[in-house]
């Protein structure tokens, strides 16, 4: 029962640890330094890039299933609510958490970086092209939070001589880790199944208006 909720609801408790993470940024803003801070500013980031996705304004369960990945069961096939939750609540309390505590380890602050850069080209260009939009849920994190907030991370590292050679390599061998087993095969070959139970709800994949912008579109091809 736990875990249900849980799963129907991961996005909105990531919502309200991302107030929580906002309150303690400013509480405690004086006592960080510059790479604490900018860590904990990449990891609420990603929250609100996930609600953004999944709560307001939604729609990343049909997004994927219907547009960018088609499928006969969009529901629940190639993504479901079992394996959102468990991919992008291991993404974030891991990738995106642990270089807040540990900040002074470059590399592992510089590949969740890297992946904020990485979901512009997912989301400002691949889902765009795909859905003839300049606008999908997630582009607005993308644009306001992780591009900016990257863009700093870099040139603070950069400026100040903290990052090395291999400090590059380890966290581009990092970065394609987690997207080669988290977001590649967890997400769609391990915990894929046409027959899961854990389908998305009605009112989530009705999110965001996908199924209509799609009869749209095909209206227009006719």
Known sequence: MLMNIIRRNWYNIGGVVAIVAIACLFIFWNYMAVLQKLMLMSFIAILIHQFEEYGFPGGEPA??????????????????????????????????LMPVFFSKVIWLGLAPILMGFMQFIMHGILTNKNMKTIYNPGLG????????????????????GLISGLDWIIAFIYLIIIVRVLLGKLTYDWLADKNSKYAFAEEEMKRFHVKEKLKLLNNQKK
Request: charged residues 5%; aromatic residues 14%.
């Open 63 to 96: 997004i994927t299933n219907m547009v960018m990945q088609p499928s006969d069961t969009p529901d629940r096939y190639p993504l479901n609510q079992n394996s959102a939750m468990i991919v992008n609540v291991l993404i974030t309390y891991t990738v995106y």
């Open 141 to 160: 994190a993308v644009i306001f939070l992780h591009i900016p907030i990257g863009i700093y991370y870099i040139y603070y590292i950069v400026s100040n």
